[in-house]
């Protein structure tokens, strides 16, 4: 078997879950940096919209390493699809197929079925509340609560910050009401 297959395998919880986690102790030494993302929306705003905004006022250059950090991800995320994509098709639980279904999304043979990722569905009341509602609902949540999910559960817990704790019980209780309840109802619209 070769490197390419290797990567291309899906890895196991315990195999990927250690590496992401070493990124904070390699952050921490390497430059003394904390993990997390959604803090460069703020530097993107402070670099792009110098109004006389106090929340922007501040040397964002010094964070420039977390936007291509941003950057890295986003460039390793099209590689990895157009180099290691996997041609197999995608193997869901027959329940959940089942549960799909009865919202009306039958087409699962992708990763992001049709019904729900298209230019129709963006610009419909359901699409609305997913992507516009939701994605602004994620991002003021996560500048509220000070920091994204991978910024609180990835580099806040492991430096035992109390804040990260509660936020990230925050996220996991938000996580399973909507799955269970509100998403629920907003795809059977």
């Not at 102790?25 to 929306?41: C, E, H, Q, R, V």
Request: net charge positive.
């Amino acid at each position: 078997m070769n490197i390419i297959e290797f990567i291309k395998q899906p890895w196991a919880w315990y195999v990927a879950g250690p590496l992401i986690g070493l990124t904070v102790p390699t952050l921490m030494l390497l430059g003394n940096k904390t993990f997390g993302i959604s803090a460069n929306l703020r530097h993107v705003c402070a670099a792009c919209l110098p109004a006389n905004v106090k929340f922007f006022k501040y040397d964002w250059k010094k964070e420039i390493w977390n936007f291509y950090f941003a950057i890295g991800i986003i460039i390793g995320g099209i590689i990895a699809f157009n180099l290691l994509s996997n041609s197999n098709p995608i193997q869901i639980n027959s329940k959940l197929a089942t549960e799909l279904a009865g919202y009306g999304i039958t087409n699962i043979s992708g990763m992001l079925p049709e019904q729900l990722f298209s230019w129709q569905i963006l610009f419909s009341l359901k699409g609305f509340l997913l992507f516009a509602l939701g994605g602004f609902l994620v991002g003021f949540g996560s500048r509220y609560a000070g920091g994204c999910t991978s910024g609180h559960a990835i580099s806040g817990l492991s430096n035992l910050q109390l804040p990260s704790l509660i936020a990230t019980c925050c996220f996991m209780v938000g996580g399973f009401i909507m799955a269970n309840f509100i998403l629920p109802l907003i795809l059977s619209l």
